[in-house]
């Protein structure tokens, strides 16, 4: 199993819940991952977050839990003290029960800057479940669905409820924004600029 296969790409973040462990304290919440020409995975952590601490004051290893469960990513932010943990194979940081796949990652270098700090993990093991096809959730593909709902009910309300249609062809713009902010895929971007040119076109 290589990285591609679970949707990890150096175009479009892939969204993933981070586990770091320091000492005896083990802290586990959502990132975004992207690949770079290394073969190393990078994040960037903002300050003022448990998980940045952590990684600056000389984390070694973490896990990357692959899932989709909305719950698991409102459980790493509001109810940490849910969550429960299993161990890894490969690295001290332990493992989220339930999750799809496991990216097991030594960290291998930091760059810290004012507001972040950047990670590059070196990926020493992928575990997945048998089920087929596990993908890393990403914003984008949501982003253009939820952008096409919204277009579809314009259509409907343009004519009825005009304030309506407005606020739908809002929505439309800030769900580019998410898709441009998330990928760098030209062709996902090139769909999200045509359905709000044509929500456009159409009030
Ligand atoms: C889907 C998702 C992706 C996120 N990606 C990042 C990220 O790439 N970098 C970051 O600093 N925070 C990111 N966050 C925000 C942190 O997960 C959030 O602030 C969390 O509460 C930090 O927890 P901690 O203080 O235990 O480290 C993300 C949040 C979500 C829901």
Known sequence: ????????????????????????????????????????????????????????????????NITDNPVLFYNTIFEKEKISYISAKRVSSPRILNCKAYVECLINDIEIHEDFVKAFLKPLLIDTAK?????????????????????????????????????????IEIFKEIVYHSTTDSTLRKIASKILAKSEETL
Do not use: W
């Open 1 to 64: 199993m290589i990285l591609e296969n679970l949707g990890f790409s150096r175009s479009t973040y892939s969204e993933v819940i981070l586990t770091v462990k320091l000492g005896k304290i083990v802290n586990s919440a959502p990132m975004g991952a992207l690949l770079n020409d290394q073969g190393e995975i990078c994040l960037r952590i903002y300050r003022n977050q448990r998980t940045h601490r952590m990684i600056v004051n000389g984390a070694e290893d973490c896990v990357l």
């Open 131 to 171: 089920e087929k096809n596990i993908k890393t959730y990403n914003r984008a593909g949501p982003a253009i669905i939820e952008a096409l709902i919204c277009y579809s009910k314009l259509l409907h309300f343009k004519n009825i409820d005009r304030e309506r249609a407005k606020i739908l062809k809002k929505r």
